[in-house]
């Protein structure tokens, strides 16, 4: 059995953790399925020592907070030197990538919950809303404005992960509402991200102004017939 490492992908951590102290508190199981270990007791404590879960709360709230997230000033904060830091979250990069999706997630579930009719159209309109949704958080937008060769890398290529659980969060959508197309669902949904990255960040690519409404208007034209 592989032993899982906590670096590679906060998100699995912050899930594990929950889980663990959902478990632990819940009258019903008394804690009995799953092993009092060390590890599920510190999970469980109201204060736990600092970690990787801690360290992606913090840099988290300072991400939101519009301030850039430097490894040093985090190990700082946390009090553990470099090295230590990087085995928990892995790169800067890796940290950013993960610090996106968390904000990025709840986001399009909100889309796709909120908006209403069926196939294509809803597609269209799912991802119009998303792309509005992102564009007013004042805390992505500084993070383009003040990073923004490291902000392209993070969100729109495979060094980063955002790209790809978008790609898959959109082919799910194509799905979910029957959309028939002549390429791979997989595929369609690469070119549907695509579209919404040309205008969500248009000013960084091309100089231009974004214009998240022509989301679901070019979205729209590719998939309503």
Same mark, same amino acid.
């Given at each position: 059995?592989?032993?899982? %490492?906590?670096?590679?992908?906060? =998100?699995?951590?912050?899930?594990?953790?929950? +889980? &663990?102290?959902?478990?632990?508190?819940?009258?019903?199981?008394?804690? $009995?399925?799953?092993?009092? *270990?060390?590890?599920? %007791?510190?999970?469980?404590?109201?204060?736990?020592?600092?970690?990787?879960?801690? $360290? !992606?709360?913090? $840099?988290?709230?300072?991400?939101?907070?519009?301030?850039?997230?430097?490894? %040093?000033?985090?190990?700082?904060?946390?009090? &553990?030197? %470099?090295?230590?830091? !990087?085995?928990? #979250?892995?790169?800067?990069?890796?940290?950013?990538?993960? @610090?996106?999706?968390?904000?990025?997630?709840? *986001?399009?579930? =909100?889309? &796709?919950?909120? =908006?209403?009719?069926?196939?294509? #159209?809803?597609?269209?309109?799912?991802?119009?809303? !998303?792309?509005?949704?992102?564009?007013?958080?004042?805390?992505?937008?500084?993070?383009?404005?003040?990073?923004?060769?490291?902000?392209?890398?993070?969100?729109?290529?495979?060094?980063? *992960?955002?790209?790809?659980?978008?790609?898959?969060?959109?082919?799910?959508?194509?799905?979910?509402?029957? @959309?028939?197309?002549?390429?791979?669902?997989?595929?369609?949904?690469?070119?549907?991200?695509?579209?919404?990255?040309? !205008? +969500?960040?248009?000013?960084?690519? =091309?100089?231009?102004?974004?214009?998240?409404?022509?989301?679901?208007?070019?979205?729209?034209?590719?998939?309503?017939?």
């Amino acid at each position: 059995m592989q032993h899982i %490492r906590i670096c590679c992908t906060c =998100t699995a951590f912050v899930e594990y953790a929950t +889980l &663990v102290r959902r478990l632990v508190e819940c009258p019903e199981t008394g804690g $009995a399925e799953i092993g009092e *270990t060390q590890l599920v %007791r510190l999970l469980a404590a109201a204060d736990p020592r600092p970690d990787a879960l801690t $360290a !992606f709360r913090i $840099a988290r709230r300072w991400f939101i907070a519009g301030r850039r997230i430097e490894m %040093r000033e985090l190990a700082a904060e946390l009090d &553990v030197n %470099r090295a230590t830091l !990087f085995r928990w #979250v892995g790169s800067r990069d890796a940290l950013l990538a993960e @610090i996106v999706w968390s904000l990025a997630k709840p *986001t399009w579930e =909100t889309s &796709v919950a909120g =908006t209403a009719g069926h196939g294509g #159209v809803r597609v269209a309109a799912v991802l119009g809303r !998303f792309a509005t949704l992102v564009d007013g958080a004042d805390y992505f937008r500084d993070f383009l404005r003040r990073e923004p060769e490291r902000a392209m890398r993070v969100v729109m290529t495979r060094a980063g *992960t955002v790209q790809g659980r978008m790609v898959d969060a959109v082919e799910t959508l194509l799905k979910d509402e029957g @959309i028939v197309s002549q390429l791979p669902s997989h595929d369609l949904a690469y070119v549907i991200v695509r579209i919404v990255e040309s !205008f +969500l960040y248009a000013d960084i690519i =091309t100089g231009e102004q974004p214009d998240t409404a022509k989301v679901e208007q070019a979205i729209g034209a590719l998939l309503v017939h």
